[in-house]
């Protein structure tokens, strides 16, 4: 029991800082124009218990507007990351470019996120974290496999599959 309790508590403790990571410290800025630069690794799509993303690097960069009412934040993200190939099935990097636009408004009420308009309590912590990890899958494209001859060879000998184009035009 004590031991579990230990565990739950060192996990709370990496959570804690990994959550830190995309975070700002918008109390101490003056009004005006500021700009943030995070790295996403491997440990943010593990955190988020991502099924389909398995690893990844992205560079992101923000580019805050801070006034008292609000906070505009810009939101370029560029990189890759590692995902099952729908073909052969083996790890394939796709890249990701993503641009956006998060307004932060202050409430002590709650209110839904709808993805393009946090709501926070003016004082608490603006983590990033959720907005970078969802712009992140949102920018997968539909399909995700190898470039052409890419493929594992070995993976797709096992699939006696004669043309694979056909497959594609009856799941469309
Ligand atoms: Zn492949």
Known sequence: MAAKEAIKETTKEATKVAANRFSIDYMSLSSGLHTFDFEVDDALFAEMESNEI????CSVHACLNCSDAKLDVNV????????????????????????????????????????????????DQLSLKQY?????????????????????????????????????????
């Open 76 to 123: 370029v993200i560029s990189g890759s990351v590692v995902v099952e190939c729908d073909r052969c099935l083996d790890d394939c990097n796709i890249p990701i470019e993503f641009s956006g636009l998060l307004t932060v408004r202050f409430s002590d009420l709650q209110h839904d996120y709808d993805g393009d308009v946090m709501w926070i309590a003016k004082g």
């Open 132 to 172: 970078i990890y969802e712009s992140i899958v949102i920018s997968l494209p539909y399909r995700r496999v190898h470039e052409e001859g890419g493929c594992n060879p070995e993976m797709m000998a096992r699939f006696s599959v004669a043309d694979d184009d056909d497959i594609v035009e009856t799941e469309e």
């Open 54 to 57: 398995k690893g990844g690097k």
